[in-house]
């Protein structure tokens, strides 16, 4: 299997009780679930947080003007439509004064509202006990990286 790199960038959004909003997709090839932050690929001369904002806003109707100037780059290794993408995504932490604010698919595009299965506003103590994987799995490194006063921040067990 062939490897691509698409650069993209990602938006970890906390809501008022610091709630991580995760996007389920399901991958059209295989059929697998996947949980992941809002997100998406970096257009032809667009920054990476201008992309971030962008997507967060397609995505899920959120103000993009949330999203903080300051990211993280993460590696990514994964498969999504029979292909494996590797490489560098730029994640970006936006934060929600409302309890889980609602969201509004109106800027997805037909392929993506077919494979989006849900979305939910998980407390952080969840998130191992999701019935689907967690890409990145090391979210919780990336999370600290970007929050560092989080719970997530804690390691686990302590």
């Known amino acids: 299997m062939d ?4 650069p993209a960038a990602r938006v970890i959004c906390l809501d008022a009780a610091e709630r991580l909003l995760l996007m389920r997709w399901r991958d059209p090839f295989d059929g697998a679930l996947i949980w992941e932050p809002p997100g998406g690929g970096i257009e032809p001369h667009e ?3 201008a992309a971030a904002r962008r997507e967060l806003a397609e995505e899920t109707g959120l103000d993009p003007a949330a999203v903080q100037d300051r990211g993280v780059p993460v590696a990514r290794d994964f498969h999504w439509k029979g292909t494996h993408f590797a490489g560098t995504e730029h994640f970006f932490l936006a934060r929600y004064a409302a309890d889980r604010p609602p969201l509004r698919r109106t800027g ?3 392929d993506e509202q077919a494979t989006l299965a849900g979305h939910a506003w998980i407390p952080w103590p ?3 006990a999701l019935p689907d994987p967690l890409e ?3 979210l919780r490194t990336v999370l600290a ?3 560092p006063d989080g719970p997530w921040s804690t390691p686990a067990g302590a």
Do not use: K
Request: glycine share 0%.
């Open 47 to 49: 920054t990476p947080l």
């Open 108 to 110: 997805l595009l037909p």
């Open 145 to 147: 990286d970007l929050a």
């Open 126 to 128: 969840d998130i191992p």
């Open 136 to 138: 990145p799995p090391h």
């Open 3 to 6: 490897t691509t790199h698409r």
